[in-house]
């Protein structure tokens, strides 16, 4: 096993992955740079080293800079967490020839699966089903519309390099096919450093599903069931459950199956996930692999109870899978909530700030992957979510109860978070009991109910708003129950000295 | 006695407070019992509101208007006091004279301007996008909220701005 990993990310998932180290018994290396000396993955760490940059971003991006901390530090392998570095095959191969382990699946699958058109060509030759649309990549834009009206409307640009909803416009029909083909190279060049984009048919009513896999590098696969990811804004996930209210057993092993032959086309090693759009007929269509560790793996972990990033880590060092298909049994339900600093009443807008109190919830079947503390700045540096929240219960209605009541007692002060909206969710009876399908925040959910529940508190907050008011004129209203007493006189009282 | 007026959205509530009970203040002639249990930091508090617990955290502004977050809601609360009171009802009366609303469109974070969809003397209808602004590697299309005119447009293409930063006047048309 490694001595010392050094983990080349940020935020809640630099933790969770230096805690699946340090239960292996694995020193941890963060990185950092300087805007990021006060947050909590570099505390948490056993050892830190600043990365210079000229932008925060950039620091997570220096390939060269990273691999010679690694050295440094004495780290024999690199996880690269999810964003960042992590799909970036160059990365992969120059720890590769810098004699370390890079905790993922080989340069060759990261590769492949990167480039959105070319994966699509080979799941094709593997037989896995694909949504109707370009194979190739396209820059220019009278050809990408004479290929949107062959494919007619509407259609779905995608960013050929990229994924994670970056470079992503559904296109309703012709008039703005232009706008939004401009505007997708241009998040896409961004994002990816490439503008090419591919179409694809705009499938209704989908849902988004996804298997987790992995293997070892002896050629053992197992797949660890599925993911139900249809709760979108933006066309990013924000809501994801384990497992899915449409799959059975059968069908259950079925696409698991079929995400395997994905992964075996690719040699691929580590863990993976395979993403499907689904449809109402039950059919399914290949969507992108994703070669590395997927933000919401936590529900996969609470159904199946097996440590995907320890599982990481322990391939990554050569060890077999410890487990086989068989040995994967499903128990109970799991539901995750995206926790961002973004508005739900001003459609999703991020928010920057610093958190002034938080307060995180916890319990029974309350799991919290954290990347802030009371005090953390918000900035606009980075990606805007704060920490996921993770219920399990024995059941789904039990998991949607739980998470109500783990959101309720949610205590983040200083800026506007996603939690009302997630709470709105697990009340909602789409949600609660019906299919539900990517396009739900469009057509299922009404912001009337977020203005309803905040209505709720307007006459409380009429009367502390008074309270603070008077409290500020007069600055004399007490502390409930406060007495300043001296030690000694209390002593001497308990003593009957007084 | 001394009687203020809350503010919240469209909705009004007179609150008036007790002589000398200080955690007993009246609102819209319901009477409830609030108190300071703990006081995190000068913003951070913990309140009962007829032993209802509740952590908010409440800024009062140098205008005499506050923010207060409470359970993941946050409330633009405006307090008018007798003076400000009069002083609203002047405004009012010139404000019924004007014909015209103006609406300022404003940076929601700091980012950059990557597209400005209108320009000075368009009409545009509610709903429309004027202008894309780039933050955390999201684009995010700026609608208009009312239909209008474009009075006047602040920012090009290319620049930062930060949050709050006024982008676009619109006049609303009726």
Redesign the interface.
């Known amino acids: 096993m490694f001595k010392s990993i050094l983990v080349s990310n940020r935020g809640e998932i630099a933790i969770r992955i230096m805690k699946a180290a340090k239960e292996l018994g694995i020193e941890t290396v963060a990185i950092y740079h300087k805007v990021d000396l006060s947050s909590p993955h570099v505390h948490f760490a056993d050892r830190a080293y600043e990365i210079k940059s000229e932008t925060p971003k950039s620091a997570y991006l220096d390939i060269e800079q990273i691999i010679e901390t690694a050295h440094r530090s004495g780290s024999e392998a690199i996880h690269p967490g999810y964003g960042f570095l992590s799909e970036r095959s160059e990365f992969a191969e120059a720890i590769e020839s810098a004699g370390l382990k890079f905790i993922g699946p080989r340069p060759y699958a990261i590769k492949a699966m990167g480039n959105k058109t070319q994966a699509r060509e080979l799941m094709s030759k593997a037989g896995v089903p694909i949504v109707p649309g370009t194979k190739e990549k396209i820059t220019d834009l009278n050809k990408a519309r004479e290929i949107a009206d062959l494919l007619k409307y509407p259609i779905l640009l995608k960013a050929a390099a990229g994924g994670g909803g970056k470079g992503m416009r559904k296109v309703e029909n012709e008039k703005t096919f232009a706008e939004s083909f401009e505007s997708a190279q241009r998040e896409s060049l961004k994002a990816f450093g490439d503008d090419s984009i591919y179409i694809e048919k705009y499938l209704e009513n989908t849902k988004h599903i996804e298997i987790q896999i992995i293997g070892d590098e002896y050629g053992n696969y197992v797949h660890l069931g599925e993911r139900d990811c249809s709760i979108q804004r933006r066309h990013q996930k924000i809501i994801e459950e384990a497992p899915s209210t449409v799959l059975d057993e059968e069908l259950r092993h079925k696409m698991g199956q079929v995400a395997l032959n994905a992964a075996k086309a690719v040699d691929y090693v580590n863990a993976g996930t395979v993403e499907f759009l689904f449809d109402k007929n039950k059919e399914f269509y290949f969507l992108e692999m994703n070669t590395r560790l997927q933000v919401e793996h936590p529900i996969t972990e609470m159904v199946t109870n097996i440590n995907i990033v320890k599982e990481q880590i322990k391939i990554a060092a050569g060890k077999k899978l410890s487990f086989n298909q068989d040995n994967i049994k499903w128990s109970g339900h799991s539901i995750e909530c995206r926790i961002y600093a973004e508005d739900p009443f001003n459609s999703f807008m991020p928010e920057t700030g610093k958190i002034n109190y938080l307060r995180e919830p916890s319990g029974f079947g309350v799991r919290v992957d954290s990347g802030i503390e009371s005090g953390s700045e918000i900035s606009i540096h980075f990606d805007p979510m704060l920490a996921k929240l993770i219920t399990w219960g024995r059941d789904r209605k039990s998991a949607i109860e739980r998470m109500e009541k783990a959101l309720q007692s949610y205590r983040i002060k200083g800026l506007k978070t996603t939690v009302p909206f997630e709470v709105a969710v697990m009340r909602n009876d789409i949600f609660k009991n019906e299919y539900y399908d990517t396009s739900f925040i469009d057509n299922h959910f009404n912001i009337e109910v977020l203005n309803k529940m905040k209505q709720e508190y307007e006459l409380k907050v009429a009367v502390m708003t008074a309270f603070g008011y008077r409290m500020n004129a007069k600055r004399q209203i007490p502390i409930k129950n406060i007495e300043k007493n001296s030690k000694w006189k209390i002593l001497g009282r308990s003593r009957n000295l007084m | 006695m001394?009687e203020?007026v809350?503010q919240?959205g469209e909705?009004e509530?007179k609150?008036s407070?007790s002589e000398n009970d200080?955690?007993s203040?009246m609102?819209?002639d319901?009477a409830?019992k609030?108190?300071?249990?703990?006081?995190?930091?000068d913003?951070?508090w913990s309140?009962a509101?007829n032993n209802?617990v509740?952590?908010?955290?409440?800024n009062?502004q140098s205008n005499g208007d506050?923010t207060?977050?409470?359970?993941?809601?946050?409330?633009n609360?405006k307090?008018i006091?007798p003076l400000r009171q009069q002083l609203k009802k002047f405004i009012k009366s010139k404000d019924s004279e004007g014909k015209s609303r103006v609406y300022n469109i404003k940076a929601?974070?700091?980012?950059l301007i990557?597209?400005v969809l209108c320009t000075q003397d368009n009409n545009v209808n509610i709903g429309d996008n004027l202008i894309?602004i780039?933050?955390?590697?999201?684009?995010?299309a700026l609608k208009a909220p009312v239909a209008g005119k474009i009075n006047k447009v602040f920012v090009n293409e290319g620049e930062t701005v930060e949050?709050d930063y006024t982008l676009i006047e619109i006049i609303q048309l009726n």
């Not at chain 2, 929601?108 to 980012?111: A, L, R, V, Y």
Request: no cysteine.
């Open positions: 001394e203020i809350i919240i909705n509530y609150a407070f200080s955690n203040i609102v819209n319901t409830m609030i108190e300071l249990l703990k006081k995190i930091d913003r951070i309140l509101v209802d509740f952590l908010i955290e409440f009062l506050a207060l977050f409470i359970d993941g809601f946050a409330f609360v307090i006091n929601p974070m700091p980012g990557v597209k894309i780039e933050a955390m590697k999201m684009e995010n949050k």
